[in-house]
């Protein structure tokens, strides 16, 4: 069974990066699977922000688009976000996922993520 | 950007009940859509996918239909642990998309 876990800093400063790290495994990040980042919170609900193929290839939600940056470690079999200019709007908890069929089958457990300073 | 609504916000039934959910989308997504269940302090749950298609061991109490730009989801003779909140998702677009519905409370 694959297994997620999310990892970074709880709080970060506003105008500052966000960083999170995704380690997978009971399962390797080269298998045929994109691998996603979503989050929520009260206001926003789910939120979709990107996803990322063990090649390297990305798509990214069109409103996150310039603040979001993605990718993949195959040897430690882990990818990662980082999201830019964070404001308390970013203020959320953090899943990362396995999809399969347009959607989100694995889940991590998630980690909040505070952006004040 | 395709807009998801559910309805309806919370609907309170009792165990043994037959719970119907719908979701809404602004455009039509084509097969692409999917249900989440969530309870308190837990990641979503993935129930169906690709409309009608149950994920790896949900009970077939748990169902999806829909098409265009209307889905449902049914769970006949709900059970105690049934009662949680129930998120759709549509998926598609060029490039790629996933949109999250706003959720749906069921309640005892």
């Known amino acids: 069974q694959v297994q997620l876990q999310e990892s970074g800093p709880g709080l970060v400063k506003p105008s500052g990066t966000l960083s999170l790290t995704c380690a997978v495994s009971?399962?390797?990040?080269?298998?045929?699977?994109?691998w996603s980042w979503v989050r929520q919170s009260p206001e926003k609900g789910l939120e979709w922000i990107g996803e990322?193929?063990?090649?390297?290839?990305?798509n990214t939600n069109p409103s996150l688009k310039s603040r979001v940056t993605m990718s993949v470690d195959k040897s430690k079999n882990q990818f990662s976000l980082n999201l830019s200019s964070v404001t308390a709007a970013d203020t959320a908890v953090y899943y990362c996922?396995?999809?399969?069929?347009?959607?989100?089958?694995?889940w991590g457990q998630g980690t909040l993520v505070t952006v004040s300073s | 950007e395709i807009v998801l609504t559910q309805s309806p916000g919370t609907l309170s039934l009792s165990p043994g009940e037959r719970a119907t959910l719908s979701c809404r989308a602004s455009?039509?997504?084509?097969?692409?859509s999917a249900w989440y269940q969530q309870k308190p302090g837990q990641a979503p749950r993935l129930l169906i996918y690709?409309?009608?298609s149950r994920a790896t061991g949900i009970p077939d109490r748990f169902s999806g239909s829909g098409s265009g730009t209307n889905f449902t989801l049914a769970i006949t003779r709900l059970e105690p642990e049934d009662f949680a909140v129930y998120f759709c998702?549509?998926?598609?677009?060029?490039?790629?998309?996933?949109?999250f519905g706003q959720g749906t409370k069921l309640e005892i």
């Open positions: 990322i193929f063990h090649s390297g290839g990305t």
């Open positions: 998702q549509q998926s598609g677009g060029s490039p790629p998309h996933h949109t």
């Open positions: 009971g399962g390797s990040i080269s298998s045929n699977y994109w």
């Open positions: 690709a409309t009608s």
């Open positions: 996922a396995r999809n399969s069929f347009y959607s989100q089958e694995y």
């Open positions: 455009q039509s997504v084509g097969i692409y």
